[in-house]
């Protein structure tokens, strides 16, 4: 028998195995994600919820998530939303799909519109008028044609074509765009007795286009949450003798102070140093507190920019402050 996906080139997220192995302080979500992984195996799928601060790791756990189904021989559909794009109607929901879309041949492409999924065909083929994407019955087509897509790349199939679980990683939820929000909060009611497995991440404290249809995602009948915590100092200790073996302990106990055990924040500082051939040592744990390297310069500036100007006054306000703030 063929399967659906043979020949099909997914889009690869996944940095390497290796990736998995960096991570630290991360051996529950690790675990939890493998479980779910080898349930969709089994045929009961189910949706991973993970939720926390800028910087905690949400995205690695994602790509980690993405290379452990691959080495399990499980196909991997992903898609990361960005503020840009949260305007254009099922957005997500195309990023996911359209890679393997693109690159199946006639037979496949039929394969994967069996049912009520031939409503899709005009979506990815970006031949839709803008009132189709209004509230209403069409509406409703499109997202439960985008959950039998699914199905059948995932589960058997008809006309001697065979699917394999599928894992569907979405990044950045906080900036997915209504419809695929719809689609996803859909999906995860449904998962139980289907071989996927839905992953999405969420940048706590942060509002959605969807409010209702985020509820629906994050606490469905078979949602795990994960909410990766800060490290430990022991943690950052770790991370930093991987930088620098010869890490003393003021310096080390001054990286903890400094980044409050935030992964980005650690290891941007850490490249920051290495990259400047600073000394792990007392004296640089002084300096440690007036550092800012440019990716985390860069980055806050980025989120200030797409927020409304009252919270760029607050921002300076607090950066004259200090902590402690109200």
């Given amino acids: 028998m063929q399967s659906v996906s043979a020949g099909i080139q997914v889009r690869r997220r996944g940095r390497g195995a290796g990736l998995r192995e960096q991570l630290v302080e991360r051996d529950w979500e690790l675990a939890a994600l493998e479980q779910r992984l080898l349930g969709a195996r089994d045929g009961a799928g189910g949706a991973v919820f993970v939720e926390a601060p800028a910087g905690q790791g949400k995205s690695r756990l994602l790509t980690v998530a993405g290379d452990m189904a691959r080495e399990a021989g499980m196909q991997v559909l992903g898609a990361r939303a960005t503020g840009l794009e949260r305007e254009f109607p099922f957005g997500v929901a195309i990023q996911l799909f359209e890679p393997c879309w693109v ?30 994407f209004s509230p209403g019955d069409h509406g409703y087509a499109l ?47 449904r998962l139980g007795d289907l071989p996927i497995v839905l992953i999405v991440g969420l940048r706590e404290g942060e509002g959605s286009a969807d409010s209702q249809a985020m ?6 009948p078979v949602s795990t949450l994960l909410r990766p915590h800060s490290l430990s100092e022991v943690g950052v200790e770790q991370l930093a003798r991987a930088q620098f073996s010869d890490a003393e302990p003021a310096f080390v106990i001054a990286c903890a102070r400094v980044t409050h055990g935030n992964p980005f924040l650690l290891v941007e500082l850490l490249a920051e140093l290495r990259a400047d ?17 440019d990716a985390v310069l860069n980055a806050v500036l980025a989120r200030l920019g797409a927020m409304p100007a009252p919270a760029g006054a607050v921002a300076s306000a607090v950066a004259v402050l200090g902590d402690g703030a109200t």
Wanted: proline share 7%; glycine share 8%; net charge negative.
């Fill in 103 to 132: 690159a199946a041949d006639e037979d496949q492409r039929a394969a994967l519109l069996e049912g009520p999924a031939r409503s899709v065909r005009t979506l990815l083929e970006h031949r839709l008028p803008d009132a189709a």
């Fill in 143 to 189: 997202i439960h044609g985008l959950f039998w897509m699914a199905c059948n790349l995932a589960a058997p199939l008809r006309g001697g074509l065979v699917g394999a679980p599928l894992v569907m990683l979405v990044d950045d939820a906080q900036w997915v765009d209504r419809p695929s929000l719809r689609f996803l909060a859909y999906l995860a009611e």
């Fill in 277 to 293: 051939g600073v000394a792990p040592d007392a004296v640089t744990a002084d300096r440690l507190a007036g550092l800012a390297p």
């Fill in 215 to 220: 509820m629906a995602l994050r606490d469905g």
